[in-house]
């Protein structure tokens, strides 16, 4: 990577929400100094600014990841079987893995996403301890090695540190899940204050919190931790499978969205994390508190989960972001296009959102996991920029518009990649052997 204080000029690009011709922007200390629109450059300019040719953008946001998830890539997909079959085959690599695999398997899915025009993660990390759930001598060993992964891969990362302490409504933790507990949610809140302790100044990490899901916080559990997570961004899975709202309402007798309402969970600073199987109260009730909700279009389909009400989530106030949660695809250009062709799947109609909004979905969720100054080009935002080439096979011919970027790119024509200010130069082919060699050494 090599840092500079300099000039692009951008062929076109996406600046307050619209896509623009001929922007020039100027770079110092990460930030934007300066973005003109239809901007022209002096000949004798001094840097002479760098042609970007094709669609920039301010740097995509995966707001939900399981980056250990990426060694199942390819394998999970080969059995029959529900949501559930396919837990017990993550919980078998989740056993397996200690910090040398879970630092080597994180950094080269983390350069995975940099490649791909991802600029800041969230990483929901609940692989806490050792086999048996007996802390490491560093509590926070796990988090941290994910945090120095995201250093070394180039990108932002909120490490949304999970709390987990059931099996299941009233069941303790059994096998493998014993790693991801730490008995109560006070011990948790303590564990977490200490890594975000120790996180503390560097200026590509943030800490933020995580309820797993209703099924392994209790309910007497939850305010523990949305008070502990106060000025943190907050996420919780959300009625991802129809099991969840039905062992839900016999142990509570209302839906996981009213538990997490009642319990001072909802609100701006939380992010619902698929809401796959939320009804119209629900939707009603994320909607009036501004939570926001992560789609993970290409996880919710690999683990036939459903779709969900994605386009009434919004219309009742719902932020939308996108993840790519189990790592099945790292894409977010093709998450941005399954949320519209999922949603004409599931009701025989084409032409439920307009390009534009589902972009601004890809690039919007940084503010939900803390970057309240990143995924703008803007002046004093951080110096993202994610450059799509409008002309490669996919690409050619589609207008170079929202919907080149929506329904014709993929993550391989992405051409070129600055976080705050950093340009990433790293080989997709070098970061596909660092894949291959680390998932290969785990599972061998």
């Not at 951008?10 to 929400?17: I, M």
């Not at 007497?220 to 129809?242: F, K, N, Y």
């Not at 199987?277 to 629900?282: F, I």
């Not at 997709?428 to 599972?443: A, H, I, K, P």
């Amino acid at each position: 990577m090599t840092r500079y204080d300099t000039a692009y000029l951008l062929e076109r690009a996406w600046v307050d929400d619209a896509l623009h011709d001929e922007v020039l922007v100027e770079v110092s200390g990460g930030r934007f100094s300066r973005v003109e629109v239809g901007g022209r450059v002096a000949l004798d300019a001094d840097p002479a600014p760098t042609r970007l040719a094709g669609i920039t953008l301010p740097g995509l946001a995966n707001t939900h990841s399981h980056a250990f998830h990426r060694a199942l890539r390819g394998r999970t997909q080969r059995d029959r079987g529900t949501f559930w079959s396919w837990r017990e085959q993550m919980y078998a690599v989740a056993g397996r893995i200690d910090p040398d695999a879970m630092f080597e398997l994180a950094r080269a899915v983390y350069r995975e996403m940099a490649a791909a025009g991802i600029t800041t993660v969230g990483e929901f990390h609940y692989l806490h301890h050792q086999a048996g759930g007996t802390p490491y001598e560093e509590p926070n060993l796990m988090g941290t090695l994910l945090v120095e992964a995201a250093r070394e891969a180039g990108i932002r990362i909120t490490l949304l540190d999970a709390c987990y302490l059931a099996g299941g409504f009233g069941e303790p933790l059994e096998g493998v899940q014993r790693r991801f507990g730490d008995g109560d949610a006070e011990r948790w809140a303590l564990r977490v204050e200490a890594l975000a302790k120790g996180v503390a100044g560097r200026d590509h990490a943030r800490v933020g919190a995580a309820i797993h899901s209703v099924r392994a916080v209790p309910a007497d559990q939850l305010r523990v931790v949305a008070e502990a997570a106060v000025g943190r961004p907050l996420h919780v899975h959300l009625s991802e499978q129809p099991a969840e709202n039905e062992g839900c309402r016999a142990a509570y007798g209302v839906s996981p969205t009213r538990l997490l309402h009642d319990a001072g969970v909802l609100g701006r600073g939380t992010t619902v994390v698929h809401a796959t199987h939320v009804d119209a109260w629900d939707v009603a009730l994320l909607g009036v508190t501004g939570t926001t909700v992560s789609l993970c279009p290409t996880t919710e389909r690999d683990l036939a989960d459903g779709v969900g009400p994605a386009l009434r989530l919004h219309e009742a106030g719902s932020p939308l972001t996108l993840g790519s949660d189990s790592q099945a695809v790292v894409d977010l250009f093709e998450e941005m296009r399954a949320t519209e062709l999922h949603e004409r799947l599931a009701t025989q109609r084409r032409g439920h959102w307009r390009a534009e909004q589902l972009l601004a979905a890809g690039v919007g969720g940084h503010a939900s996991l803390g970057w309240d100054d990143a995924g703008r080009i803007a002046v004093g935002q951080r110096a993202d920029l994610v450059t799509v080439d409008s002309r490669s096979v996919r690409t050619a011919g589609t207008g170079a518009d929202a919907g080149t970027v929506v329904f014709a790119a993929s993550a391989a024509d992405v051409t070129h990649v600055v976080v705050d200010g950093w340009v990433l130069g790293r080989e997709v082919g070098e970061v596909g052997r660092e894949l291959d060699d680390v998932v290969g050494r785990l599972l061998s």
